[in-house]
């Protein structure tokens, strides 16, 4: 491993503010060399191993297949009641912003957004492909991983194109006297969230 790539992984451990696209993109641009994602190749590969597996399996393995996706689908979020903790400014963010904080440990950074429609919206800052710091972009309205060119929604942390197996780990907010609190976390199950 680089010393690049060591640093950018100690500057997300250590919760370092990674808050707008500029300063994720310095950050992330070692980790994207050493990591690259070719999405040409990955959709050969995708071709080549969807036709082995029409050649290869048969009725038992679709009905097996049936069983896993109806677990999977009751799986799809797990979600953690934590304790709740005071989002320091929230109230003030203007809508179509975000801003980083930390939950649920001062170590576990997370990105609140407010929606161009006012609502707010937070998750954890780790891109679910290979955790760079995702931030969000007003022009597009979205959360963007720099790293590989992945993006989720706004609004339900939902991949939207890109690698990301699985939506983001949304953090639930809630209002109390006009502050935003952040009072649990849940995780969506691979393959649930776009
Ligand atoms: S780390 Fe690869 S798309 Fe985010």
Redesign the pocket.
Known sequence: MSNNLSETIKRVIANEELSDESDVRAATAPFQAE?P?EREEEAQVTRREFCNFLGLTSAALFVGAAGFAAKAALDARKSESLAAARIDGAELLAPNSSLNFSYPTERESAILVRTADGAYHAYGQK?T????PVYYSRDHQRLE?P????AFDAATGNVLY???PRALDAVEVETRDGQIWAIGRSTSAPGSGG
């Open positions: 990591f994602y891109c492909h290979l955790s760079c991983c790293c590989h060119e992945g890109g690698p990301p």
